[in-house]
């Protein structure tokens, strides 16, 4: 359930963060932005809540806004990605990725810590 809420505060905070762009054009989309991004919170905590690690959960969720946000933005708004940004981006998804494999590795490492004292 943890990664549910995670993906959704993903989503909500990359919407969040589009809205934000068409908010210039038409100020009414202003609110959905402050939904959107209290959203984005709401579900972070949640993931967190349910046993996510604070190192994990908020560095995949920013990194992942990022990443995500700029290839959207080029896909909606047709805004360039330039090779360092192509390079940063994949720099970005290979970090979330050790991030990730460092936990599972921690976890682990924990556990057998764990059985090897009782």
């Known amino acids: 359930m943890t990664w549910w ?13 589009l809205s934000l762009k068409g908010a210039l054009e038409a100020p009414g989309l202003y ?8 959203g984005s919170v709401v579900a972070l905590f949640m993931s967190l809540r349910h046993g996510m690690a604070l190192g994990v959960g908020y560095g995949i969720w920013g990194a992942s806004g990022v990443a995500l946000t700029a ?8 805004e ?4 360092l940004m192509g390079i940063g981006i994949a720099v970005i ?3 979330v990725l ?3 494999l460092g ?16």
Not at 31 to 38: D, M, Q, T
Not at 80 to 83: E, L, Q, R, S
Not at 103 to 118: C, L, T, V, Y
Request: proline share 4%; net charge negative; aromatic share 6%.
């Open 80 to 83: 360039p990605i330039t090779v």
């Open 103 to 118: 936990s599972h590795a921690a976890h682990q490492k924990a556990g057998n810590d764990g059985e090897a004292a009782g």
């Open 5 to 17: 809420y995670l993906a959704g505060a993903i989503l909500l905070e990359v919407t969040g963060s």
């Open 71 to 78: 290839v959207m933005s080029m896909v909606i708004f047709g």
């Open 93 to 95: 998804v290979a970090g």
């Open 31 to 38: 609110p959905l932005v402050v939904v959107l991004y209290v």
């Open 98 to 100: 050790l991030v990730e």
